[in-house]
């Protein structure tokens, strides 16, 4: 089994940072790409940043620019540093993880989201 936590939400003023982290744990051989999603209220869930395990990044162009998305893959964690934030942001952030396990499985993996809000 495999379980992928989330933490760094928060509630922060138009042009605030924040910083999510989210780390992977239980039955990993290794991990391939990692990212990060979002879902507003009322709208489809869609992608914010993604990393691969040699480090290539992809990021949505709304947020280019202002996040950063880098991993540690000792520790199995994926972080996002949000800068310029803005009230448009505000969303549930889920973590995204493709795992091959110790059973040599590949599957998709989802955190369980955190919230981010920013206040005009």
């Known amino acids: 089994q495999v379980r992928l936590v989330e933490s760094g939400g928060g509630l922060v003023q138009a042009g605030g940072s924040l910083r999510l982290s989210c780390a992977a744990s239980?039955?990993?051989?290794?991990?391939?790409?990692m990212g990060w999603y979002r879902q507003a209220p009322g709208k489809q869930r869609e992608l914010v940043a993604a990393?691969?395990?040699?480090?290539?990044?992809n990021y949505a162009d709304t947020v280019k620019g202002r996040f950063t998305i880098s991993r540690d893959n000792g520790k199995n964690t994926v972080y996002l540093q949000m800068n310029s934030l803005k009230p448009e942001d505000t969303a549930v952030y889920y973590c995204?993880?493709?795992?091959?396990?110790?059973?040599?499985?590949?599957?998709?993996?989802w955190g369980q989201g955190t919230q981010v809000t920013v206040s005009s």
């Open positions: 995204n993880a493709v795992v091959v396990t110790l059973y040599r499985n590949r599957s998709n993996y």
């Open positions: 239980g039955s990993i051989f290794s991990i391939d790409g």
């Open positions: 990393i691969t395990s040699r480090g290539s990044t």
